[in-house]
């Protein structure tokens, strides 16, 4: 009996050390996640030249809002900007979700024979591409998606490692259930949306989330099949001209009056960066659960 007890004092004290040190290492690591952000928000509101001469700093030695008046200098197309990218967002994820959850459904569905072959493909494209100039000609002269939202929209709505993704998760959904719907006279589609689409949520918000960002974050197709005259572009190409374009700058009827050395290059690229990724940070928060929990599925069923 008192070995008995002895042995399970050992099991609970050793339980509490890893939980200590569980917590004090996961606590260490959010520390350091967020801390560069709050050093990023931090040197926002600060004077250049408080920048020059103390270097970054958690908060303002001398408070600013310089970099913010050239950013939102303005408004309209800082909302025309924020407006183009929340449309293109929205649409493209709930679009793209869509076709991928479709795509990674029928690529691990066993009575579809051509599988191995489009799975195949599909993994190919992460390998090799086809480079800029063909893309770029393809998009301008097959499909005359010149200074068109559609040139951004269409290449994100399928990602191959996202619907490899999904055919891991929904390859975790017993085949039985499939047969069995059939066997009622169900048809594909309505298994795919009434029973398949509600059993894979924590897949769909994670992969949901992964579209967003990279909608939310693109600029690349922007900058390429966008023209500058048109009234109003993507929020991060317009974030780019705003800290890349020295015309920009020279030019801005809030900095007309400032000494070059003057102006907030270090505190606006820190402003723009906190205008970028403040609704994201807002909205991880609603799918972090099922984002952790679609990860650990992922994981364990790879």
């Known amino acids: 009996m008192e070995t008995t007890m002895a042995r399970t004092r050992g099991q609970d004290g050793t339980s509490t050390f890893v939980r200590v040190f569980g917590y004090t290492v996961i606590s260490l690591f959010a520390l350091f996640c967020v801390v560069p952000f709050f050093l990023?928000?931090?040197?926002s509101f600060t004077a250049e030249k408080s920048i020059t001469l103390h270097g970054y700093n958690l908060w303002p030695r001398e408070f600013s809002l310089f970099a913010y008046d050239i950013v939102f200098q303005n408004p309209r197309l800082i909302t025309g900007a924020y407006v183009v990218t929340i449309c293109i967002t929205l649409v493209g994820t709930a679009v793209g979700l869509f076709i991928v959850a479709m795509t990674g459904y029928a690529?691990?569905?066993?009575?579809?024979?051509?599988?191995?072959?489009?799975?195949?493909?599909?993994?190919?494209?992460t390998?090799?591409?086809?480079?800029?100039?063909?893309?770029?000609?393809i998009m301008t002269t097959w499909f005359q998606l010149k200074d068109n939202y559609l040139s951004?929209?269409?290449?994100?709505?399928?990602?191959?490692?996202?619907?490899?993704?999904?055919?891991?998760?929904?390859?975790?959904?017993?085949?039985?259930?499939?047969?069995?719907?059939?066997?009622?006279?169900?048809?594909?589609?309505?298994?795919?949306?009434?029973?398949?689409?509600?059993?894979?949520?924590?897949?769909?918000?994670?992969?949901?989330l992964f579209i967003a960002i990279g909608y939310w974050n693109e600029w690349y197709n922007a900058m390429l099949f966008l023209s500058p005259n048109m009234d109003f572009r993507p929020l991060q190409l317009f974030l780019y001209n705003v800290v890349t374009s020295a015309d920009f700058v020279r030019n801005s009827s809030v900095a007309?009056?400032?000494?070059?050395?003057?102006?907030?290059?270090?505190?606006?690229?820190?402003?723009?960066?906190?205008?970028?990724?403040?609704?994201v940070i807002l909205f991880y928060p609603l799918v972090q659960r099922f984002f952790i929990k679609g990860i650990t599925v992922g994981a364990v069923k790879g």
């Not at 390998?127 to 000609?137: E, K, N, R």
């Not at 951004?152 to 996202?162: E, S």
């Not at 270090?266 to 990724?277: I, L």
């Open 256 to 279: 007309s009056n400032v000494q070059p050395q003057d102006m907030p290059m270090e505190s606006m690229k820190m402003a723009t960066a906190v205008v970028a990724t403040g609704p």
């Open 127 to 137: 390998l090799f591409q086809g480079g800029v100039v063909p893309f770029y000609i």
């Open 40 to 43: 990023v928000l931090g040197t």
């Open 152 to 208: 951004v929209l269409l290449p994100g709505l399928m990602t191959p490692f996202l619907i490899i993704m999904m055919k891991s998760f929904v390859r975790s959904i017993p085949h039985d259930i499939t047969e069995s719907a059939k066997m009622d006279g169900a048809g594909d589609f309505r298994i795919f949306l009434q029973l398949i689409l509600p059993m894979t949520t924590p897949a769909l918000a994670t992969i949901g």
């Open 107 to 125: 690529l691990q569905r066993p009575d579809f024979r051509a599988r191995n072959t489009i799975s195949f493909l599909i993994y190919f494209t």
